[in-house]
């Protein structure tokens, strides 16, 4: 078979452009033999991204098998835009969570912005409605020069693109770490709610149905955005500038209403948004899901600029777009609804029977100025397989770290004043509040947001669901997290922990967890230190999420992580939607009454520092030994406190996590201005600073009328969770028995101001 | 209680508007789309919080200008209560059925946070008195209220002042109950010279529940229903 076309002014593929596009000599290699023929230079673009770490997930395919991904809730699991979870009566949350890391270090408000617009499309893409986000964030050290750009210019492309659609931001975190001052993490997470029979699936069914172009017109930004974002960051990455997509909610907001109305209708039999590698992604994979082909003609491409090329429509990120492939006889219906939302659609193709991509365009027409006249010829013909399952996968060769020789009991130098220590980690940029940042967020337009951020150790929505039957009301509990400092000292138990943190973060707002998605951020899968990192960190989410019941529904890998050699800490960032079963079981995480009892449950700290922020402080270095968690212990916490908040024994309940035992206390006091007396829990005997400053996990301090003690002591006692009755709400200080007194308004002022020294 | 709730393209606090007014007050609300030049039998308008059009040009500009508008312009003409909360108060300044305009914050962030704001005078939407305080949201980036020195002595002298931002104790904002966009005269909300129509920063709908934690902007749509004379 001849090669397809070039066109005029495109060079001949070669070894040399395909490395240029991050193929490796041997991929190449695999394209000559099994298309037995030289690729024409827009299909070596098709292949490349499609065989690009950010769409092939080559590295880490293999090793995501192994995470759990079923049960009796589980509506929709991996491989779609978005997995989905039942929340009863016919309806279910979908959700996903995925990175735009490298455009957002190229240009912060722009990349965080189409992050966010490019979650929101997957959501909205299967027939839900986006109802709130959150985003997890990394930035460099404090005061690296460039964190105040990256992280002003974040913050206000996530509040830019998200207030302006009108989707709540309701939460997230953010951590610093010298590991990210080179390769920054924006990970945005969206759910959205549907009716369960009314999911649409990106599926190109039907031979013959015309395939729909809807939305923003086809431009040059980002193009090979995908690559991009499946290389390691070196000094000319300013130059990469290019490959950055720009975003347009308002056009998104337009496209998402006229898309859940076009659904409505039922003329469509499936429907992908153009996210990364732009319209080859989305045809190739709905050609792949329903084992068919496609044939697209780019003459009918919409766009906005002149003389666009095949390669140059191919690999357009161009952002608010979506394909659909229409019932046929029913286009009139998507057309009318386009106009009614000022919205370009155009049929740009049909789903074949061949399994092959097929594109067509004319050389020398340009139907934007109207050059030439049409006249088609074939440039793209690949075998659809070919760009999905028979793409690379490889499994990477992987080595243990060599063990630290310091590990062992590191506790650093017990400081004098506790207090003023308490007081300088409380007001720290990885404790303290983050109200700069969530108050740049829309957080409540939807009128749902019951638990805001800052309240409670999750966010709480209040969802509309109506059907037939009319409007109900139900309750999730959402939560994103991940400590890449615990997974940097174990790769197994600090993913284990993050999916701890996340799930047990729903039930202390009395939510029980009900899936999973996950953000993997890794270095070079080809360091095989880093690969035995990943592996690790996957079978670590993979006990967790068995062991506590949030199986994975969707997500996404990001590798590549780097600059200049140097890997960021691994960050299996994970989100967990959950569902309250009543609002009025609800907990915030402050103290909320002078009297009340305080508790901690669960086993109490053992003095290990390792991986915490105190040490860090104290160390400059993520050091120390692991924590580790015990998954048994924890779902029996996490079983027990859900218990008494159905029970509705508790005023509050607040993890013990980033910064540890005293931080969680004085967080529970400075919401509400509360004081408190304690005593500090010890089950070993180790410094007051180890007890005050670990970030063991599986404790959980609640408060409590005096009233509720007995039935609080006896659900504990029942699922065998270590229970010790430590003091009392009261006072305008935080006391904790031998160690420390501090005014509460003094922890308050410290905590509010915290990322002064960033963004002022 | 007839409401029609105006939807542009771009608005965001549609359903905010909607579901409080119909779900919590009880009222009959329906969207009235842009392209459409009915409003129905309503007897009252609201037009919800967002990004019309994008906010391109200037926050309000462009909706100024769609088929709707006419029908808003000719009922507040006849003396309807039209409620512009957010955007909607930015769209109705860009018509010209408010005095002022609406300006970028001072700190040039969008801000979302509680604030309080107090009654200065009585009107379709105020009957709760002078000097009540109430604690509502602010969401915007654009909210800082501009007009001439002759502008605020004929507003003050119309008894135009719906809201000033204020202390949670009703004095002056200070501290962290400061002014929260450098709005001249510290001025949340005002009226028309005829009190008919009211345009407002802060969020009435998104505070008008207890499950939200805050349902003082209830307030406001008993007050327009008293004043519909609907008990």
Known sequence: MSTPANFPGEPESSPEIAREFGLSDEEWERVLSTLQRQPSYAELGVISVMWSEHCSYKSSRIHLGRLPTTGPQVVQGPGENAGAVDIGDGFCAVFKMESHNHPSYIEPYQGAATGVGGILRDVFTMGARPIASLNSLRFGRPDHPKTPHLLKGVVAGIGGYGNCIGVPTVGGEVQFDASYDGNILVNAFTVGIAKTDDLFFGVAEGVGNPIIYVGAKT???????????????GEETDSKLPTVQVGDPFMEKLLLEACLEIFATDCLSGVQDMGAAGLTSSS?????????????????????????SPYEM??????????????EGREREVFDICAKWDLDASIVGRVTDTGRFVCKATPGYDPFDGTGKPD???????????????????????????????????????????GAELLRLVGSPNIGSRSWIWRQYDHIVRDGTVIRPGEGDAAVVRVFCEDESGMR????????????????????????????????????????????????????????????????AVDGLAAACSALGAPVVSGNVSLYNETDGKAILPTPTVAVVGQLEDPEHRLGLGFKREGDVIAHLGRPSRGVLGGSEWLVQHTGSVTGAPVGIDLEAEASLQHAVLQMAHAKLLRSAHDVSDGGFAVCLAEACIANGFGARVTLPADEDAPAHALLFSEEPSRIVVSLPPNSLGSVHEICARHGVPFEKIGTVGGDTLMIDGACDVPVEELAERHARALDSIVS | MKVAVVQFPGSNADWDALHTLRDVVGADAWYAFHKNTSLGDADAVVIPGGFSYGDYLRAGAIAGFSPIVSSVREFASRGGPVLGICNGFQILTEMGLLPGALARNAHLRFECRDIYLRVENEGPFTDMGRGTVLKLPIAHADGRYHTTEEGLAELERHGQVAFRYCASHGGAPDGADANPNGSVSDIAGVYNREKNVLGMMPHPERASEAILGNDDGLALFQSLRRHLGLQ
């Open chain 1, 314 to 327: 191919l690999l357009s990120e161009s952002q608010e777009r979506m394909l659909m492939v229409a019932k």
């Open chain 1, 473 to 536: 009301e139900k309750y999730l509990a959402i939560s994103c997290d991940c400590n890449g400092r615990h997974v940097e000292i174990d790769p197994f138990g600090g993913a284990a922990m993050a999916v701890a943190e996340c799930t047990r973060n729903i039930v202390c707002v009395g939510g029980k967890p009900l899936g999973l998605t996950d953000c993997l951020n890794f270095g070079n899968p080809e360091m095989p230190e880093q690969m035995w990192r990943f592996a690790q």
């Open chain 1, 219 to 233: 431009g040059r930004d980002g193009i090979h955005g995908a690559t991009m974002a499946s290389a390691e960051f």
């Open chain 1, 376 to 418: 088609p010829v074939v440039v793209v013909d690949l075998p659809v397989d070919l760009l999905t399952n028979a793409a690379p996968k490889y499994d990477r060769p992987q080595k243990s770290r060599a063990e630290q020789a310091t590990v062992v009991t590191m506790t650093g130098d017990a400081p004098d004043d506790l």
């Open chain 1, 284 to 308: 190739v994979e709905m050609a792949d899901r329903a084992g068919n082909g496609i044939e697209l003609d780019l003459d009918a491409i919409p766009r906005r600029t002149k003389a666009l």
